[in-house]
T-cell receptor, first 117, second 114 residues
């Protein structure tokens, strides 16, 4: 089944304890992206990757890191989590990334609910 | 900066009613527009993607239209069912140097009652 998977689905942690949220897709998609969703603010892009070894900042990258060493995986790293990073996180992928074609349709993972105490 | 607005924020309708969800955006630089459905505790499911060269797309009971000149998109749901209850999000594909960025609205929470 074609899908985007994220792990863990739920995580409660404490301030300053490094964590990684994994994202994997099995559709051979070039483009992958991370979003966070907060009440009243909608979804905002954190980081994106056009292809392996190519990553760049989105709208709200502060406090996050990413890497893209393999095409299928795009982990999100919080080196020193803080309470303002408590949020619902989504990973997404698309076959292409031009923004003007049907193959730019983005597919989303199930989300990771993170609470930082 | 591109902004996407969805009105109403919440909507409750009786089963069987036809309904329209609205999405407006501030900049005609949107390329494609994508409608999603979000169920509680689950991810986003893509419903329809309208390319900038198209005016509408249809899938089953759903029909989405796009009018770039007025900065508006609508999602029409025919003969609503309780299973349609969810939050509906519209998102514009903004063509940037970084490719395929989506700018989301804050959603319309739909409840279809028996």
């Amino acid at each position: 089944e074609a899908q985007v998977t994220q792990n863990p689905r739920y995580l409660i942690t404490v301030t300053g304890k490094k964590l990684t949220v994994t994202c994997s897709q099995n559709m051979n998609h070039e483009y992958m992206s991370w979003y966070r969703q907060d009440p009243g603010l909608g979804l905002r892009q954190i980081y994106y990757s056009m292809n392996v070894e190519v990553t760049d900042k989105g709208d709200v990258p502060e406090g996050y890191k990413v890497s893209r060493k393999e095409k299928r995986n795009f982990p999100l790293i919080l080196e020193s989590p803080s309470p303002n990073q408590t949020s619902l996180y989504f990973c997404a992928s698309s076959l292409t990334s031009g923004g003007a074609r049907p193959t730019d349709t983005q597919y989303f993972g199930p989300g990771t609910r993170l609470t930082v105490l | 900066k591109q902004e996407v607005t969805q009105i109403p924020a919440a909507l409750s309708v009786p089963e069987g009613e036809n309904l329209v969800l609205n999405c407006s955006f501030t900049d005609s630089a949107i390329y494609n527009l994508q409608w999603f459905r979000q169920d509680p505790g689950k991810g986003l499911t893509s419903l329809l993607l309208i390319q900038s060269s198209q005016r509408e797309q249809t899938s089953g009971r759903l029909n989405a239209s796009l009018d770039k000149s007025s900065g508006r998109s609508t999602l029409y749901i025919a003969a609503s069912q309780p299973g349609d209850s969810a939050t509906y999000l519209c998102a514009g594909h903004i063509l940037t140097g970084g490719g395929n960025k989506l700018t989301f609205g804050t959603g319309t929470q739909l409840k279809v009652e028996l």
